[in-house]
């Protein structure tokens, strides 16, 4: 898989819009983006996924640039118990692994 | 989305001992498991890939008679720790591919 590239931290205050970015230089064509998320002391949740075009769900949205070498998980109002660690990966449409960076520790203040 | 359980979701043992911990994927059947180990304050690793019907794919590194993995049914991947010691404390996460990856809650095992 290739590789990520996200900031350590970040801190938000809350009710106000997160943007979370990921550089993924190395991508490949058939490379999907994810994001998860994880709380401590649990398993990582999905959070969103995307190729080309933005998308968006019930938890955030996800803005892929043009060149597909970045993108950016948007949380349109941080909550307290969006405070977490986002991981930005990528995943080959063939593969069935996920491989973890260091992911971003997103503090939420309140 | 799909939901994948664990258990159990902590154990304390004491050093020598054998433990498992059961996988299942509750809503969906899954050919492939994936078995993770994560330390404090670092991310997770991927130990083995549990394949339905056939034998685990180990990662480089990880001792595959140490990490027994069984994956008996297309709901149900086993990991047992074989003689743990407190270097094998860790927390433990599966998970289940249905379209997308999802991720059990995670075992806390502490060995003593």
């Known amino acids: 898989d290739a590789k990520t590239t996200q900031p350590n931290s970040m801190e938000s205050n809350e009710e106000e819009p997160v943007h979370l970015p990921c550089n993924h230089s190395?991508?490949?064509?058939?490379?999907?983006i994810h994001w998860y998320r994880q709380l401590p002391s649990q398993g990582p949740e999905y959070v969103i996924h995307?190729?080309?075009s933005n998308v968006n769900n019930r938890m955030a949205s996800l803005a892929i640039a043009e060149d597909r070498k970045s993108s950016t998980l948007i949380l349109h109002r941080a909550t307290l118990r969006d405070a977490a660690v986002y991981y930005c990966?990528?995943?080959?449409?063939?593969?069935?692994?996920?491989?973890f960076g260091g992911g971003t520790r997103l503090m939420v203040k309140p | 989305g799909a939901v994948v359980s664990q258990h159990p979701s902590w154990v304390i043992c004491k050093s020598g001992t054998s433990v498992k911990i059961e996988c299942r994927s509750l809503?969906?059947?899954?050919?492939?498991m994936f078995w993770y180990r994560q330390f404090p304050k670092q991310s997770l690793m991927l130990m083995a890939t549990?394949?339905?019907?056939?034998?685990?794919?180990?990662e480089q590194g990880v001792e595959k008679d140490k990490f027994l993995i069984n994956h008996a049914s297309l709901t149900l991947s086993t990991l047992t720790v074989t003689s743990a010691h407190p270097e094998d404390s860790s927390f433990y996460i599966c998970?289940?591919?249905?379209?997308?990856?999802?991720f059990g809650p995670g075992t806390r095992l502490t060995v003593l």
């Open positions: 990966i990528l995943r080959d449409n063939a593969g069935n692994m996920l491989t």
């Open positions: 549990s394949n339905e019907g056939s034998k685990a794919t180990y």
């Open positions: 809503d969906f059947q899954a050919t492939t």
């Open positions: 190395t991508i490949s064509g058939t490379d999907y």
């Open positions: 998970s289940a591919r249905q379209n997308t990856q999802y």
């Open positions: 995307g190729l080309t």
